[in-house]
Nanobody
Framework: QLVESGGGLVQAGGSLRLSCAAS????????MAWYRQEPGKQRELVAY???????NYADSVKGRFTISRDNTKNTVYLQMNSLKPEDTGVYYC????????????WGQGTQVTVSS
């Protein structure tokens, strides 16, 4: 199970930190990701951290967002700085626990709204 928290309403230029608490999944052994879905659009990958610790980011968030994990808390984070209105959407935490290159576990999502 993945449970996200930390979403909310923030002004452009502000920051938020999303958290994803995992149970039944060991985050250090899984590929963990944050996806974003805007109204009327497909869900897109925002950030990914592999079991080995390497990270990847969508071009639109590079230099502004940072994905990390705390193995002792079995939690993944997404630090979002310099937020823009186009960052608005529902953010989902996802876990890939098998060799299949798509997530097999999803959280319920948390809304992030950035006002201009």
């Amino acid at each position: 199970q993945l449970v996200e928290s930390g979403g909310g309403l923030v002004q452009a230029g502000g920051s938020l930190r999303l958290s994803c608490a995992a149970s039944g999944i060991i985050v250090r052994d899984s590929g963990m990701a944050w996806y974003r879905q805007e109204p009327g659009k497909q869900r897109e990958l925002v950030a990914y951290i592999s079991s080995g610790g390497s990270t990847n980011y969508a071009d639109s968030v590079k230099g502004r967002f940072t994905i990390s994990r705390d193995n002792t808390k079995n939690t993944v984070y997404l630090q979002m700085n310099s937020l823009k209105p186009e960052d608005t959407g529902v953010y989902y935490c996802a876990a890939r626990t098998t060799v299949v290159p798509t997530p097999d576990y999803w959280g319920q999502g948390t809304q992030v709204t950035v006002s201009s």
